[in-house]
């Protein structure tokens, strides 16, 4: 022990080598690690993970829709239904030129018999034959992207070449499937915006929770003479951190499972017929990123919100 | 330094704790807060160092009058002010070096500065050795000693400290005393809540006393 006088605290500053060693330190956290915060980082990283599936959810739900509406668009159909048993031949070439001499047409052209078969397959089997069937013949027609093609005009004029021809230009259809997609869409959003306010509660639970544990510090501080900013700095800086990790790594789970499922997928364990892949691709992958930036801007924000207000009450 | 102008403190709807409290505390003065337990002795300081607002009366700090000084006035008010709190206070996931310190690191001084006179000071207060223990892992002795230490380390105008021998042997009490005197002498204004009669008859200084919620000089004279 020291026997000498009391030192001269503010006296001359000759750095001793330990000294330097102290300057060299990591800088020390005012507030502690936490191990005792380990569940909650648990229910935040499970929570960021369900956002991020919803997430993903919601992107493979607009994909699907825009595929199935893309798929659709740009296409006319053009029955040329059987008079007597058979398909007027003059009707089908007539219609034919019709169409291909229509603005905004690409094609225009007959499907074949093995084309026939093929969508007639799943309901009468694939050695059906065609002609024991009144079977119409169906021209399929592209249209150039963009192209604004008058689908009455041009029925009314195919009815004058060829009698016995229907235009059918999906409308029906493609209204049904954008309902349909729009439902898909909407649902999955409504499940991601569910799962995103439990997380949103989740994360300012948790942050309100670490700042009661440390309501002593908070205290001190205070009286220390600290400005409430540097203790609301330190706050906010522990519980980004803190959320930013857990939420990074229940985001990285949901990335495994969607690249899983894309990989299970290319290995040949096909996903449900007329639905789509249900992989992400690696370019989509990134935005389930802003799972994990969203709490921690959360935390952030409460922690911030929450000392700052907790230190307004006090003298 | 610190003027107090009949000054009564009660909690809530509480009775009042303290009544009518009337002192000044002159820059470079030495006092001792004595009196029984429960008397008001933490709270009467706990007004000193803006901890609380009194009920009603009038403190003047530093010649800044709290009833009309900005909220965010007061922290630079509070860094001038040293307190050794009754419980300690430390932080127990820093060291004893690093809970020394915190008023220097939120004075905004670099590590690299200060570290050598954390040093000495934990050396003279006998925990040379100790200086990277956690508060945990040390006495209450010692936490004593190190909660004395953070309340010295910035050399504060004014050093409040409540019951600050009460964990230690009577060694490294006088030891203790030492220090706050050499802090008095070089111009800090000390007031220390103490029940120990020894140290009071040992250090010269003013004694003022707690009795019935109300303040009573018992050295020098009444009350200023």
Redesign the interface.
């Given at each position: 022990m020291n026997t000498g006088g009391p030192p001269q605290i503010e006296g001359t500053r000759q750095q001793s080598r330990q000294s330097r060693t102290w300057a060299l330190r990591t800088r020390w956290r005012i507030l502690p690690r936490d191990g005792g915060a380990a569940p909650l980082d648990v229910v935040i990283g499970v929570m960021a993970f369900l956002a991020a599936l919803a997430l993903g959810g919601v992107m493979i739900a607009d994909r699907m829709a825009m595929s199935w509406q893309g798929g659709l668009t740009g296409q006319l159909t053009v029955q040329v239904l059987p008079q007597d048993g058979t398909v007027p031949p003059d009707q089908v070439t007539a219609a034919l030129a019709l169409l291909r001499s229509t603005d905004g047409v690409v094609s225009a052209a007959p499907l074949s018999d093995e084309e026939n078969l093929e969508l007639v397959a799943p309901w009468l089997g694939s050695d059906a034959s065609l002609l024991d069937l009144p079977f119409p013949t169906l021209i399929e027609v592209e249209l150039a992207p963009g192209a604004n093609v008058d689908v009455a005009a041009l029925d009314t004029a195919l009815r004058a070449a060829a009698p016995n021809s229907v235009l059918d230009d999906h409308r029906r259809w493609l209204e049904r499937l954008r309902s349909t997609a729009n439902t898909v869409v909407l649902g999955a959003a409504g499940v991601l915006m569910l799962i995103g306010a439990a997380t949103v509660a989740t994360v300012a639970f948790a942050t309100r929770a670490g700042l009661a544990a440390h309501r002593d510090i908070v205290e001190l501080l205070h009286l220390m003479g600290a400005q409430d900013r540097f203790i609301a700095r330190a706050f906010e800086r522990h519980h980004l951190i803190g959320t930013a990790l857990a939420a990074s790594v229940g985001a990285a789970m949901a990335m495994g499972v969607f690249l899983a499922a894309g990989g299970l997928e290319e290995i040949g364990v096909a996903s449900v017929a007329f639905l789509p892949p249900l992989g992400l691709r690696l370019e989509e992958l990134p935005w389930l990123l802003t799972v994990p930036a969203a709490a921690a801007i959360i935390a952030w924000g409460t922690a911030r919100f929450s000392v700052l207000s907790a230190l307004r009450e006090r003298y | 330094m610190v003027r107090f102008e009949n000054v009564g403190m009660r909690y809530g709807a509480g009775p009042e704790i303290l009544r009518d409290i009337t002192f000044t505390l002159d820059p470079g003065s030495f006092t001792f807060l004595t009196g029984p337990s429960g008397a008001g002795k933490s709270t009467l300081l706990k007004l000193v160092?803006?901890?609380?607002?009194p009920s009603r009366g009038l403190i003047s700090l530093f010649d800044h009058d709290l009833a009309v000084l900005k909220?965010i006035d007061?922290?630079?008010?509070?860094?001038?002010?040293g307190?050794v709190f009754q419980e300690f206070?430390l932080?127990?996931?820093?060291s004893a070096?690093?809970n020394v310190a915190?008023?220097l690191r939120?004075a905004g001084r670099?590590?690299?500065?200060y570290?050598?006179?954390i040093?000495?000071?934990l050396?003279?207060v006998?925990l040379?050795q100790r200086m990277h223990n956690k508060p945990p892992t040390l006495s209450g002795g010692e936490q004593q000693r190190v909660a004395i230490a953070r309340a010295?380390?910035?050399?504060p105008d004014l050093l409040l400290a409540d019951e600050p021998t009460g964990n230690v042997d009577p060694e490294i009490g006088a030891r203790l005393i030492?220090?706050f005197v050499?802090?008095n002498r070089f111009g800090t204004t000390v007031m220390i809540a103490t029940h120990d009669r020894v140290l009071i008859e040992s250090t010269p200084g003013r004694e003022l006393r707690l009795v019935d919620g109300h303040l009573v000089e018992m050295l020098g004279g009444p009350p200023q």
């Open positions: - | 160092f803006l901890a609380e607002k909220r007061l922290p630079a008010l509070r860094r001038r002010i307190v206070r932080l127990d996931h820093l070096f690093d915190l008023p939120l670099y590590e690299a500065d570290a050598k006179d040093e000495e000071l050396a003279w006998g040379g010295v380390v910035a050399k030492r220090l050499e802090l």
